[in-house]
């Protein structure tokens, strides 16, 4: 948000919503300058910003935790995080009471992974062990939160953005890697959903620091009746295994249309498709293509029963050093957003504006799936 000019830019990035027609925004303060402490906050910029979307009329989805944690709380490995993100939660909770949509915290499963597996952020561990205890107090900390938000509201609607992925086997010899994996993807939201995991699933969370009680614990706060599976699809989330274990990229295989449906298939919630992006190329176009092909899919899974309630685009602007997964800090731009980082319109921005125009009013009319009970935020005259 620093890097990409947000905090200099905010009020010019909401009239670039606005002009392309978005009236939901997946949107959040930045944690670690707003939660300085327990029971300590800076509310600034969150009073500023969240006051002028309501202003305008665009209901927020917001964003509480994405990816990482205050210095103060240190990383995903400290016991402490489930307890003190749920008190942050509610104290946000009670400053904002009109905001009813949240994602409590972005892509456990993702975050997990980077954090605790591949040792790239936070505690930039390399072992099953620093995953597995990243994931439990992660998804604790989900679950707790939307505890301590439903105290508050009691109609909030949670919408997970959850890495969607698929591992697929190179050969009969890796077959068995690949089925494993393609149980491994789920944890997360297993453990968030109150879903008993197979029997193999479970012998690796124990024999990585997961204890029984802890495993209980998550069958026994079951939320998911207040949820929507988000799901996130990118050309990067299908892998391809070999007979050693090891993995690569295999690029869109099924697309998001088949793996949703696993996932529909496992959960049993509606599905909101939100993030994806694809970077704009040589001819401009890319991105363009890439929109109408996910378009595509989330009409193809709505028309065939399955509860189907949001369409994102990741990110509204452009973003800086995701080719590294911002491991390094070198300024490079990656032309992905709505708009660059002048705050032009990209192709890929004109044509999501114009899908928006022609689509928003026949889906409602002619949707047979479920229509969310999303309350008025109400009006505020301008600061």
């Not at 400290?78 to 307890?83: A, L, T, V």
């Not at 995991?197 to 706060?221: A, C, I, P, Q």
């Not at 890439?290 to 899919?297: E, M, T």
Request: aromatic share 14%.
């Amino acid at each position: 948000m620093e890097s990409c000019g947000h905090y200099r830019h905010w009020r010019t990035d909401f009239d670039c919503v606005e002009d392309i027609g978005i009236n939901y925004l997946r949107y959040g303060p930045p944690l670690h300058t707003t939660y300085l402490g327990p029971g300590r906050h800076d509310w600034a910029f969150a009073d500023e910003t969240l006051t002028d979307l309501r202003r305008r009329n665009i209901v927020p989805i917001i964003d509480l935790c994405h990816f990482g944690v205050p210095d103060w709380i240190g990383n995903f490995q400290n016991p402490d995080f489930p307890q003190l993100f749920a008190l942050y939660a509610g104290e946000f909770a009670e400053r904002f009471p009109w905001v009813q949509l949240y994602t409590p915290i972005n892509e456990m499963f993702v975050c997990a992974v980077f954090s605790g597996m591949y040792g790239w952020w936070n505690e930039q561990l390399q072992s099953d062990t620093g995953f597995v205890t990243a994931l439990k107090h992660i998804v604790k900390a989900n679950v707790m939160a939307m505890t301590e938000i439903l105290k508050r509201r009691p109609d909030a609607i949670f919408i997970q953005s959850e890495s969607s992925e698929y591992f697929h086997a190179d050969s009969p010899a890796a077959i068995h890697h690949a089925e494993l994996r393609n149980r491994w993807r789920f944890l997360s939201l297993d453990l968030n959903y109150g879903n008993r995991v197979n029997s193999d699933m479970y012998e690796y969370l124990l024999d990585n620091g997961m204890t029984r009680d802890e495993y209980k614990w998550f069958l026994s706060h079951r939320l998911k009746q207040h949820c929507i599976l988000g799901n996130d699809y990118y050309a990067t989330n299908e892998h391809r295994v070999f007979a050693d274990g090891h993995t690569e990229s295999a690029g869109e295989v099924f697309g998001y249309g088949e793996i949703t449906r696993q996932y529909h298939e496992r959960y049993g919630l509606p599905i909101m498709h939100t993030e994806t992006n694809m970077r704009e190329g040589p001819t401009g176009l890319e991105a363009v293509q890439w929109l109408w092909k996910q378009w595509a899919n989330v009409l193809r899974i709505r028309n065939v029963g399955i509860p189907t309630m949001g369409f994102t685009w990741y990110s509204l602007t452009d973003q800086t050093d995701w080719d590294t997964a911002l491991r390094e800090v070198n300024n490079r731009v990656h032309p992905v957003g709505l708009f660059d980082l002048d705050r032009k319109c990209r192709p890929v921005g004109h044509a999501y504006k114009k899908l928006i125009a022609d689509w928003r009013d026949l889906l409602p009319a002619s949707s047979h799936c479920l229509a969310l009970p999303i309350k008025s935020m109400g009006l505020v005259s301008a600061p």
